[in-house]
């Protein structure tokens, strides 16, 4: 009788792994309501599921790297199309730019500013209102270009939310100067101020063999910061829009 | 070949690179294992059937190369390395150190289990198969699928701290 022993363990995983018709599982359901045991059992196998499930997702918040890209597509996808920009949870990647003619992928040599090391060209700091970097972390969307009035670029990879505000990754490309600075800007409750700049050598970087990927350990530069403001995962399109109507107060 | 297998081989890369992870514990070695496995499925595409499953297709091609690997580092010994195994996301997959903890004993457990094991439940508990397309990946009876299933769960639940794995 179902209801008075105890299921063979098969039967309580095939439960669990979803593997029976509805009208089995619903039995199993019945059985477990007065048999707490093997509660407890289906229990401990749907967490080891949801543990082994979590424990190697990280790919799946990734890029797909270059190298595999180029493999499957062929080497001549533009860059612009290589990285899934800002990918729903992905954390603290330090980005690729798709500039016109520039097939740069992140992952080269990387050095990281701390707010005292300072950086010639995007320096940590409150950043002026009024700035074109303020205007851009303000109004421009994740994803999209916009040319500052000295010419360089400055595109943002994405938005997390902070326990006391937001942070926003953004890169600022001067092609003329050979250079493609990546910075996090974060409000913190108050206005827009830089707190990390990584600088990268577009030479440098054009010169290393292959273009490396995206999703490697070097990209893994805000990471640091990010884990201890406590920021969370990327926000997705809504989100981000939603925060940037709201002007970016929480 | 047609642009839509390739996009499509394109898309199923990130799972791919998960399913090689959780077999390999070690990043490089698995991203080297998908390469090596697009790189197969590149030179024979027809023996893809049109109709099936890409992601299984794959899944199998994957396996049996890293079988193949396997047995040939076997007198080397093990490919994988503990430090990779714990510190391969760098926590990117948990808010909490004591999640990340909790996800660096998983992935530690994962790489004890003997390789029949470990792919039974890196296809059914990490990539959501089925076990009749588990048997399929592995080119396996079902019943030797549940009962590896059953085995690998009895080693890994004591060693994640939640079931004994002995009740009957």
């Known amino acids: 009788m179902i209801r008075h022993t105890a299921l063979d363990k098969d039967r309580l995983a095939a439960f669990a792994d979803g593997e029976l018709a509805p009208e089995e599982a619903a039995a199993v359901v019945m059985h477990l309501a007065d048999h707490p045991q093997d509660q407890a059992y289906v229990d401990d196998l749907m967490a080891a599921n949801a543990a082994l499930a979590q424990a190697f997702a990280a790919p799946l918040s990734e890029p797909v790297p270059q190298a595999l890209r180029d493999l499957i597509l062929g080497p001549s996808q533009p860059a612009a199309e290589v990285v899934a920009f800002p990918a729903a949870r992905r954390r603290g990647g330090v980005a690729v730019w798709g500039g016109p003619g520039l097939a740069l992928a992140a992952g080269l040599a990387v050095a990281v500013f701390l707010p005292n090391g300072g950086a010639p060209d995007l320096s940590p700091g409150p950043l002026a209102q009024g700035s074109d970097l303020h205007a851009a972390l303000q109004a421009l969307p994740a994803g999209e270009v916009q040319v500052m009035s000295d010419g360089a670029e400055v595109m943002i990879l994405g938005s997390l939310p902070t326990p006391d505000g937001y942070c926003r990754e953004i890169e600022v490309m001067r092609s003329d100067a050979g250079r493609l600075d990546a910075a996090l800007a974060c409000t913190r409750g108050q206005g827009w101020a830089v707190e990390v700049v990584i600088v990268e050598n577009l030479e440098e970087a054009a010169r290393s063999e292959g273009f490396g990927t995206a999703s490697g350990d070097e990209a893994q530069g805000f990471a640091p910061f990010l884990d201890r403001i406590g920021a969370g995962t990327f926000m997705s399109p809504e989100d981000e829009a939603a925060a940037m109507a709201g002007g970016w107060l929480r | ?168």
């Not at chain 2, 294992?33 to 890409?54: H, I």
């Not at chain 2, 790489?111 to 439940?121: F, H, I, K, T, Y």
């Open chain 2, 1 to 168: 070949m047609s642009d839509s297998f390739r996009r499509d081989l394109v898309d199923l890369v990130p799972r791919l690179r998960r399913f090689a992870r959780s077999l390999v514990g070690n990043a490089q070695d698995a991203d080297d294992l998908v390469q090596a496995a697009c790189e197969r499925a590149l030179r024979s595409p027809d023996l893809f059937r049109p109709g099936t499953r890409m992601d299984s297709w794959m899944y199998r091609i994957i396996q049996n190369l890293w079988l193949d690997d396997r047995r040939r580092s076997r007198t080397r010994g093990t490919t994988i390395d503990p430090d990779d195994v714990y510190l391969s996301d760098e926590g990117k997959a948990a808010q909490q150190p004591e999640d990340r903890m909790m996800l660096a004993q998983v992935r530690g457990a994962m790489a004890s289990l003997p390789d029949a094991q470990r792919q039974v439940l890196a296809l059914i508990a990490v990539e959501g198969l089925s076990y009749k397309e588990t048997a399929e990946v592995l080119d396996v009876p079902i019943g030797t699928v549940m009962s590896r299933l059953s085995r690998a769960r009895e080693a890994l639940l004591p060693k994640l701290g939640l079931s004994e794995g002995r009740r009957q």
